[in-house]
């Protein structure tokens, strides 16, 4: 079997690439419906009304924090349409350079998302330890939202705000994750 490839020059542009494993998104979602990790503990979401750029580098931000922490682990990248309508795509192995690559400048960035109405580009490594969204809305607004351990979403809340990002922490990542679902 074949999979997309994250093309950088081009975002996200069917290339062949290898193989893939379709149970690895399967798995998060599942993960999810069973409340486990990273979907076990809190959730970071962005307040007020973010712009094109404080979503870029609030995303910047959280990857470059998760790569400090996780940067061993395989990275995994999806269209993700939780909130759209549950569809579930395979998600395309990225590396961490790509993914940081993919924040260089507001071009880059919009490369790396949908057109489609609350379809957000998820990351999350190969253990289940966190999953970061984000999407870009244009005149809908711009989101982001990260579940990962409460020891990494403290530290990304306190980075957002020294660069005047508001965020707040969500106790229940799972309840956030049902309530938003489309499916």
Not at 79 to 103: C, K, M, N, R, Y
Not at 169 to 181: E, G, H, T
Request: net charge negative.
């Amino acid at each position: 079997m074949t999979c997309l490839d994250f093309d950088l020059r081009n975002g996200f542009v069917p290339v062949l690439r290898g193989r893939y494993n379709p149970l690895m998104n399967v798995e998060l979602a599942s993960r999810w419906q069973r409340g486990l990790c990273p979907f076990d503990g809190s959730v970071l979401v962005t307040e007020g009304d973010l712009t094109e750029k404080t979503l870029l580098a609030t995303v910047r931000t959280a990857l470059v924090l998760l790569q400090g922490i996780h940067g061993t682990s395989s990275l995994y990248v999806n269209e993700d349409w939780h909130d759209h309508d549950g569809f579930i795509l395979p998600e395309q192995s990225v590396s961490w350079t790509e993914a940081l690559a993919g924040t260089k400048d507001v071009e880059r960035f919009r490369t790396t998302c949908s057109d489609d109405y609350l379809v957000h580009t998820l990351f999350y490594p190969s253990d289940f330890s966190f999953c970061l969204r984000y999407w870009l809305g244009g005149a809908d607004g711009y989101f982001f939202d990260l579940c990962a351990s409460a020891e990494e979403l403290e530290r990304l809340a306190v980075l957002l705000q020294s660069v005047g990002v508001a965020a707040s922490v969500q106790p229940s990542a799972k309840q956030y994750f049902d309530r938003r679902y489309a499916g």
